[in-house]
């Protein structure tokens, strides 16, 4: 009995995963919309690209990549990460979004006493 009833638990499980993807729209319309949605960047718009502190252009083979080398946490060995251009300014485009949503947090006044009239308190 014990069988049969993970059975009927994997096929359903089966059958909901893929109805699931099935519904999902294909993955090169939603990466056209999210980059529509997307603002540009004065740097992207003109073509510079300014790197973040630590990123350095390199040229292997071919290809020309930004790279940058850090330890990541919890070890001490060195690990390379490199991006190419159209990589690096979606790179460029999360960490000047990420920035906005901090500066919006910290300019939310949440208190009245803090942002407020002082007497209020």
Same mark, same amino acid.
């Given at each position: 009995m014990g069988k049969l009833t993970s059975l009927l638990g +994997? +096929? &359903?499980v089966g059958f909901g995963a893929a109805t699931a993807l099935a519904a999902d729209p294909p993955k090169e319309e939603a990466k056209q919309e999210t980059a529509a949605a997307r603002p540009e960047t004065k740097a992207a718009a003109n073509g510079e690209l300014k790197l973040p502190p630590g990123w350095k $252009?390199? $040229?292997r083979g071919k290809y020309e990549l930004y790279c940058k080398t850090? &330890?990541? %946490?919890g070890t001490r060995l060195k690990s390379t990460t490199c991006y190419d251009e159209d990589n %690096? @300014? #979606?790179? =460029? +485009?999360?960490l000047e979004e990420n920035k &906005? !949503?901090? !500066? @919006? =947090? @910290?300019?939310? /006044?949440? #208190?009245?006493?803090? /942002?407020g009239d002082p007497s209020a308190c």
């Open positions: +994997l +096929l &359903a $252009k390199t $040229k850090e &330890a990541p %946490m %690096m @300014r #979606n790179y =460029i +485009l999360a &906005a !949503d901090v !500066d @919006r =947090i @910290r300019a939310t /006044c949440s #208190n009245v006493c803090v /942002c």
